[in-house]
């Protein structure tokens, strides 16, 4: 069964820094790219950031560019969000998604329950 | 960056009816590159249609999704109680931006 688990998430206040987490059980991780969409409170769904299989190409939201880095572990089955600079607008629940295939171009076929970040002073 | 606009915002229909959802897209999504989530209230989005018209595992035949080019349709043939969400469209044609719709409330009446 695939598995999700993002951690990470807190109340921040605006300026300062926040990492996430998401840990992945129940397939091959290293043959998917992975991505962070995420959804502030009543509102619809935005893609952040995507990754593939090997970190050889990355992608981010304009809203978010040179602000916020995704990285990944093959060898821990763990995806990451160093998030910088963050602003009352990245206040969301994060979630990590699934690609269906190597490179973040796709559709997310399985999602984590997500982790919520607060940025307010 | 592809926009993706859906409608209705709400849809306001009673269990055993037939729902249409419109995603119409500012340009081309090629090769048909779009996908539809359902997301019920604090649970995540659980994919339903890929490919605009290809089921995900598991999900029931009352829902398919048709179209191309800028206009895409999900139809739910029959609705059950459980079919009572948001949905949304997603497109990934245009990478390495992806872009999701602005969703519609499929509510009882």
């Known amino acids: 069964e695939v598995q999700l688990v993002e951690s990470g998430g807190g109340l921040v206040q605006p300026g300062r820094s926040l990492r996430l987490s998401c840990a992945a059980s129940g397939f091959t991780f290293d043959d998917y790219a992975m991505h962070w969409v995420r959804q502030a409170p009543g509102k619809g769904l935005e893609w952040v950031s995507g990754?593939?299989?090997?970190?050889?190409?990355?992608g981010y939201a304009d809203s978010v560019k040179g602000r916020f880095t995704i990285s990944r572990d093959n060898a821990k089955n763990s995806l990451y969000l160093q998030m910088n600079s963050l602003r009352a607008e990245d206040t969301a629940l994060y979630y990590c998604a699934k690609d269906r295939g190597y490179f973040p171009n796709g559709y997310f076929d399985y999602w984590g329950q997500g982790t919520l970040v607060t940025v307010s002073s | 960056e592809i926009v993706l606009t859906q409608s209705p915002g709400t849809l306001s229909l009673s269990p055993g009816e037939r729902a249409t959802l419109s995603c119409r897209a500012s340009?081309?999504?090629?090769?048909?590159?779009l996908a539809w989530y359902q997301q019920k209230p604090g649970q995540a989005p659980r994919l339903l249609i890929y490919g605009a018209s290809s089921r995900a595992t598991g999900i029931p035949d009352r829902l398919s999704g048709s179209g191309s080019g800028t206009d895409f349709t999900l139809t739910i043939s029959r609705l059950e109680p459980e079919d009572f969400a948001v949905y949304y469209c997603q497109q990934y044609g245009s990478s390495p931006l992806l872009t999701f719709g602005g969703g519609t409330k499929v509510e009882i009446k």
């Open positions: 990754i593939s299989w090997n970190s050889g190409s990355i």
């Open positions: 340009q081309s999504v090629s090769s048909s590159y």
